[in-house]
Structures are given as structure tokens and as C-alpha cells.
């Protein structure tokens, strides 16, 4: 139960640093759009695994690949900062 309530809590969080950090940097649509899609999806597994099913197994399976993807959700977006980041320094230089 703490766990279930854990993650969906750090996801929560990141979102609002990820959307801060677009904010606050100079981060561009590069980043955000990816971002807020996988976080957007990633938030509706959390969701559905807190109030989908009340079955032992199903919820152990289903928490086993959500908290897979919530793993490959954080390490995506770190790719998505370093990308948008390369991306601009590649420009900078070209022009």
C-alpha cells in the first residue's frame, strides 16, 4: 500500500519539476512535449493500479511492469534533457 502510494507520489513530482525545469531553463518543445506525453501515461498506469482492481494476482503482475515503467519513465527523461541539450549546443554552433 505505501509503495503503490509512494510512487504515485514521486511521479507527481516529477512532473511538476520536469514542467518547472522547462520553466526555469532553457529547455525547448523538444523536451516538453515527450515529456508530458510519457508522464501523462505513466501517471494513468500509477492511477490504475491504485483504484483498478482489488484481485491479489492481477495487482502483483500489474504492479511488477508499472513499477518497470516508472523506472525507464525517469531514465527517459533524463535522455530527454541531455537530447534537447545537445540538440541546442549542435545549433548554437552551426549558426
Request: aromatic share 18%.
Amino acid at each position: 500500500m505505501f509503495a503503490k502510494n509512494f510512487s504515485i507520489f514521486m511521479v507527481i513530482v516529477s512532473g511538476i519539476i520536469g514542467i518547472v525545469l522547462y520553466i526555469t531553463t532553457s529547455l525547448t518543445l523538444i523536451f516538453l512535449i515527450p515529456f508530458l506525453v510519457s508522464w501523462i501515461y505513466v501517471m494513468y498506469l500509477a492511477l490504475r493500479l491504485k483504484f483498478g482492481t482489488t484481485n491479489e494476482k492481477i495487482m502483483y503482475d500489474s504492479a511488477l511492469n508499472t513499477g518497470q515503467l516508472i523506472y525507464k519513465y525517469f531514465l527517459f527523461t533524463y535522455d530527454l534533457i541531455f537530447i534537447d541539450m545537445l540538440l541546442q549546443i549542435i545549433n548554437t554552433n552551426i549558426v
